[in-house]
């Protein structure tokens, strides 16, 4: 069956371009979640949505951060403005509902600022 | 503020022993705690879970401990393969995942 998968997989950008990065969660998964790896690093928590809302909103770097989930289905993740520090993998999950149930992550996105 | 920390970054292991992965976790309400894998390029792999009111849950060829007195978790692989070497990562979870820093297993012929 299909997993979580993430578009693109890279993304090369230079310093001050805005960039979109795009989720399609496991069908049916309600939670998806959003997350930032930097290199040897573990994961940082950016953003969950429970359906098309988004309660917890705290992991967001700045407000150069936005995501948005419609339909339940698709999400995306928009970073304007980038700063070389974005530099990263971002890596989306999904589960069937939230809290208590594993997280099934895609392969990320690896975004380089250059 | 919460944390989950690994007491070993790294572990090396002759193929066919036993690995073990410590993690330390600080939040005590924590309920729900999992075991991901993560090999080069690719996203974390859920292993193995486990509740706070169990301390012990076995999969296959591993095997998840939770001591809830001292805030402990542990991984451990029996019969450690080659296709086994990735960083491993303990999560806790109360009203979120927290996710540790990793530590890497390689695994020697």
């Known amino acids: 069956g299909a997993g979580v998968s993430q578009s693109p997989s890279n993304k090369v950008t230079e310093k001050g371009k805005d960039v979109e990065l795009r989720c399609d969660p496991i069908?049916?998964?309600?939670?998806l979640y959003w997350y930032r790896q930097r290199l040897g690093q573990g994961l940082e928590f950016l953003i969950y949505f429970q359906g098309n809302s988004a309660p917890d909103k705290s992991g967001l770097p700045s407000d150069r951060f936005s995501a948005e989930r419609t339909g339940e289905s698709v999400s995306t993740l928009t970073i304007q403005r980038t700063q070389q520090e974005d530099s990263a993998v971002y890596l989306c999950?999904?589960?069937?509902?939230?809290?208590?149930?594993?997280?099934?992550f895609g392969d990320g996105t690896r975004l380089s600022i250059l | 503020g919460e944390s989950v920390g690994l007491h070993l970054p790294t572990l090396s292991v002759q193929e066919g022993d036993n690995s073990i992965i410590n993690c330390a976790y600080s939040n005590s309400a924590s309920d729900y705690f999992i075991w991901y894998k993560q090999e080069s390029g690719k996203g974390p792999q859920f292993i193995i879970d486990?509740?706070?009111?169990?301390d012990k849950r076995q999969g296959q060829r591993v095997t998840v401990l939770l001591n809830k007195t001292v805030k402990h978790l542990s991984l451990q692989i029996a019969a450690t393969q080659p296709g086994d070497s990735a960083v491993y990562f303990c999560a806790e979870s109360l009203d979120k995942l927290i996710f540790g820093t990793g530590t890497r297993l390689q695994v020697f012929p």
């Open positions: 486990i509740r706070s009111n169990m």
């Open positions: 069908s049916g998964h309600t939670a």
């Open positions: 999950a999904s589960s069937p509902n939230w809290l208590g149930q594993p997280q099934h």
